[in-house]
C-alpha cells in the first residue's frame, strides 16, 4: 500500500537512521553514579557539559563512562524486533546507519554479545565531531547512507533521539518509551519496537509532525482537501512574509505559487526577521522554499500552476478564506 500525501509512514522513507541503546541493543545503562559524582546529581548533559569539568575529572569523567557502556555490552541483549526490523530494511535495501553517543568499542562488543549485524556506517563518540541532540549530527548521517535528511525517519528511545530528529528536518519517531510529553516532538511514538515493525510491511496513514495541530482541529477532510490546492502568494503580505508562509504551510496547502521574477528586496527583509541577511536579492521562491523545507517539508513551491487560487494577503485570514471559498463546496 502507497501511503498518499500529506500523510506518510515510516515504511516509505528513503533511509533509517538507529539509535543503538534500548533501540537495537538492551544494555541497561545507568548514568545516574556519573550525574552524582560529576554534576551534584542534576541532570546534565554529559559530554556537552565535561568541557565545564577539571581536566583530571573529565578525564575520569571519560573513563568512568567507557567502563559502565563496556559492562552493559557484555550483558547485551537484542531489543525485541530489532533483528527483524534490520532484516526487513535488508529485504526492502533501504539505507540505514546507526548514531550512537556511545564509544566504538561498547557497540561493538554489545553487537557481537546481542548476534546483531552492525551496518557499514555507524556514528558513535570516537568517529564524530557532533553528538544527537546537535541537528548536524543527523544531516551527516543522511548524507552518509545517500538518502535527503527530508526523507529520512529516526528511531530513538530517548528525548536526544526525537530533538535531534526534528531540529535536522529528519521524521522522528519515539519507541520503547512512553513519555507523553515527548511527543511534541515526534511524527510518530509507538510503545515498543516490536510494534513499529509490526506495521512495515501492511503501512496505515499517519499524520506528520507539522501538521498534528490543524489535523487535531479539523480532520483528515480537511488535510485532504488543502493539500490538494495551490495557492498563489499575494504581491504583499501581512504582517509578514515569514508568517504568511508558516500560515499557508502549516494548514496543510499542498504548494504556494510564487512568481519567478518575485525578488527579495531590502524593505523585505527589514520586515521579516527570520530570514538571514544573504537572502536580499534573491528570488522570493528560492528564500521561501528554504524556509519551509525543515518545518514543512510536504509544501512545494511552484513558478507556475494551471489554476491557483488567489489568497488573502493577512495570513489570519487564511483559515476562514478556505473555510468559506473551498470547503464549503466539499
Keep these: 500500500m502507497s501511503i498518499e500525501r500529506p500523510f506518510w509512514h515510516p515504511a516509505e522513507s528513503a533511509g533509517f537512521i538507529l539509535d543503538w541503546d534500548g533501540v ?11 550525574r552524582e559524582r560529576y554534576y551534584g546529581g542534576r541532570k546534565a548533559m554529559l559530554l556537552e557539559e565535561a568541557g565545564a569539568l577539571s581536566p583530571s575529572d573529565r578525564k ?3 573513563k568512568d563512562l567507557r567502563d559502565i557502556e563496556m559492562h552493559g555490552a557484555e550483558k547485551a541483549a537484542p531489543v525485541p524486533g530489532a533483528k527483524e526490523l534490520l532484516k526487513w530494511l535488508d529485504g526492502k535495501k533501504i539505507p540505514y546507519c546507526i548514531v550512537s553517543r556511545n564509544c566504538a568499542e561498547s557497540i561493538e562488543l554489545a553487537a557481537q554479545t546481542a548476534g546483531i549485524k552492525l551496518p557499514k556506517t555507524v556514528f558513535n563518540r570516537d568517529n564524530s565531531k557532533f553528538m544527537k541532540p546537535d541537528p548536524r549530527a543527523f544531516l551527516l548521517a543522511a548524507e552518509a547512507i545517500g538518502a535527503p ?3 529520512c525517519v529516526a528511531i530513538g528511545d530517548f528525548l536526544y533521539d526525537v530533538q535531534c530528529a526534528r531540529r535536522a528536518g ?3 519517531v519515539l519507541v520503547q518509551r512512553e ?12 510503545p515498543k519496537l516490536t510494534d513499529l515493525v509490526a506495521g512495515l510491511d501492511d503501512p496505515t496513514p499517519l499524520v506528520p509532525w507539522e501538521y498534528h495541530e490543524v489535523h487535531s482541529k479539523r480532520g483528515d477532510k480537511w488535510l485532504n482537501g488543502a493539500y490538494r490546492l495551490t495557492i ?6 501581512s504582517p509578514t512574509l515569514d508568517s504568511w508562509l508558516s500560515r499557508a504551510a502549516a494548514l ?6 510564487i512568481s519567478p521574477d518575485a525578488i527579495f528586496s531590502p524593505s523585505d527583509w527589514k520586515n521579516s526577521s527570520s530570514f538571514g541577511i544573504s537572502a536580499m536579492g534573491r528570488p522570493v521562491c528560492e528564500i521561501a522554499e528554504e524556509y519551509l523545507a525543515a518545518r514543512y517539508p510536504m509544501t512545494k513551491i511552484v513558478t507556475e500552476a494551471s489554476d ?3 489568497a488573502p494577503k493577512n495570513s489570519l485570514d487564511i483559515m476562514r478564506f478556505l473555510e468559506r471559498k473551498i470547503f464549503a463546496k466539499i
Design 24 to 34: 537495537l541493543a538492551e544494555t541497561k545503562l545507568d548514568f545516574s553514579g556519573i
Design 60 to 62: 575520569s569523567l571519560m
Design 149 to 151: 535528511a527530508c526523507e
Design 170 to 172: 529528519v521524521r522522528a
Design 179 to 190: 513519555m507523553p510529553e515527548w511527543n511534541v516532538w515526534t511524527d510518530a511514538s509507538y
Design 232 to 237: 498563489e502568494l499575494p504581491d504583499s503580505t
Design 252 to 257: 496543510a496547502i499542498g504548494a504556494i505559487m
Design 308 to 310: 491557483p487560487i488567489k
